[in-house]
């Protein structure tokens, strides 16, 4: 007898799409086939379905610090909007300064994640490369922390890694089977460009995007990818939003050098002209959103294979705190000033509907496709395969049923990220997860939250060595 049978659906890989049973006994999958009903305690019906592993969020900023705003959600809000989004496992970054130790900051980042309704783990950060601080290199890969980010800006700020501390990390990394992870943006372009507005006095919307322009991204994506060819390490650049970067990419892949490439949905679905109104500062992010043609250079990037993940970069702030530090004009209308607007937008319920809508339903990827750019590259690279990423006996019986006919229109009375707006107000999709079920429970049934604060677990990661010698996820 099975805990739990999903009969009828069509059972998704990154190689194949077959139509046959799922049986689950306690939190694994115990064996795909044919199953009578009368050998399940429970029986669910996917007829027409497609049964995909459970989503993976390894990108996401929650209770984290920026100008004084922790954003709207809890870690277990979080949970609970990511498991609409068909996510079963997300991870975080641990909140960093300069004089902290790393390992002490992600082990802290991890404790504040156990109220998680779904299965959580943690990256580490550096910005700065002083002895104690890398001999936790080590320490987290060990712990089963073997990513670690950093920023190529954000020197005001004082979390920028400068370069001989990247250098430095690359080369630890190495020696550990880590995985560095980089934000890059050139702090020389985006800080001289700010200047200059300053200077003219024009800090409006539409300029923070004008201050961080492609070659801003690029440059730094660049040299990166270089040092890392230098110190022979492998990489994950984050959040990437251009061709020019993805050139770059390209290049090192035809030397097999193991610089892997994510991109966010909103890079592929929004663009630049949402600067132009009133509330612009809403979608303020870094990198800022770009045009159609850098986005339609992502959708070529993800069907040759440059790009292997997606993340949704989720940093969730309502409008309060995204306006917290502006003025008001004489007329009401906001004093435009984009230094003083909070970074970040919300996405981590809506990566996988705008991927199967985007993607799938508009024919540009396969739904195969879609498996590895949210779940299985993830697990990977991220170092949780096969335990994570992929419906197969003996993996966590992380599943999500989705339903390619549903149609949702986006709005904020549909998401569940405790939030007054949403960025893709009326935005129309076509395929919509319609069941989450983590580690054999049922927790997202009905349009209803069936999951339990507390439930997840720390997930320690090892990253498979042969992925950081080439490029390769096979």
């Not at 959600?73 to 079963?88: I, K, L, M, P, R």
């Not at 003025?327 to 230094?339: A, L, V």
């Not at 419906?391 to 007054?420: C, F, Q, R, W, Y």
Request: one cysteine or more; charged letters at 25%.
């Amino acid at each position: 007898m099975y805990d739990l049978i999903i009969k009828n659906g069509f059972v998704v890989s990154p190689s194949s799409t077959v139509k046959c049973d799922v049986a689950v006994n306690g939190k694994q999958i115990a064996g795909l086939g044919t199953y009578d009903v009368s050998e399940g305690k429970r029986v669910i019906d996917a007829e027409g379905k497609y049964v995909l592993p459970g989503v993976i969020e390894a990108h996401m900023h929650c209770m984290a610090p920026f100008q004084g705003c922790l954003g709207a959600n809890s870690f277990y809000e979080q949970s609970v909007s990511a498991a609409f989004g068909g996510v079963t496992m997300y991870m975080d970054f641990a909140n960093m300064s300069k004089g902290d130790s790393p390992f002490k900051q992600a082990l802290a980042r991890a404790d504040e994640m156990k109220e998680a309704a779904i299965d959580y783990s943690v990256h580490g950060k550096f910005v700065e490369s002083t002895p104690e601080a890398m001999a936790d290199i080590e320490k987290m890969a060990d712990y089963g922390i073997p990513t670690f980010k950093m920023f190529m800006t954000y020197k005001k700020e004082g979390v920028m890694s400068d370069d001989e501390t990247m250098l430095k990390v690359f080369q630890k990394a190495k020696e550990v089977n880590g995985l560095p992870m980089v934000h890059c943006e050139s702090n020389a372009i985006a800080e001289t460009n700010i200047e200059k507005c300053e200077a003219a006095g024009d800090l409006s919307w539409v300029n923070f995007a004008k201050c961080k322009p492609v070659l801003c991204e690029a440059e730094a994506f660049a040299r990166a990818a270089y040092f890392a060819e230098y110190v022979g390490n492998a990489l994950l650049v984050v959040h990437t939003t251009n061709g020019e970067a993805l050139n770059t990419a390209r290049r090192a892949h035809g030397k097999g050098l193991p610089i892997y490439v994510e991109t966010g949905p909103h890079y592929l679905t929004l663009f630049d002209d949402l600067y132009e109104g009133e509330n612009g500062h809403l979608a303020i992010c870094s990198p800022p959103l770009r045009t159609p043609k850098e986005a339609a250079e992502l959708w070529e990037g993800l069907k040759d294979g440059t790009i292997l993940l997606t993340g949704s970069d989720d940093c969730t702030f309502d409008v309060d705190e995204k306006s917290m530090f502006l003025e008001k004009n004489p007329d009401g209308t906001w004093k435009q000033d984009f230094r003083k607007v909070v970074n970040g937008m919300s996405g981590i319920e809506i990566r996988l509907p705008l991927l199967l809508s985007e993607g799938v339903s508009k024919g540009r990827i396969s739904i195969n496709k879609v498996c590895e750019l949210t779940s299985t590259n993830i697990a990977k690279i991220y170092g949780c395969y096969p335990q994570k990423g992929i419906i197969a006996p003996g993996a966590d019986a992380d599943i999500v049923l989705v339903d390619m006919e549903k149609e949702v229109t986006l709005s904020k009375d549909v998401l569940h990220n405790n939030i007054s707006y949403c960025l893709h107000e009326g935005f129309k999709v076509k395929g919509y997860p319609v069941m989450t079920i983590s580690k054999g429970e049922v927790i997202v049934e009905d349009g209803e939250f069936k999951g339990r604060k507390g439930a997840g677990e720390f997930i320690k990661r090892r990253i498979n060595p042969a992925y950081l010698k080439k490029y390769s996820l096979n």
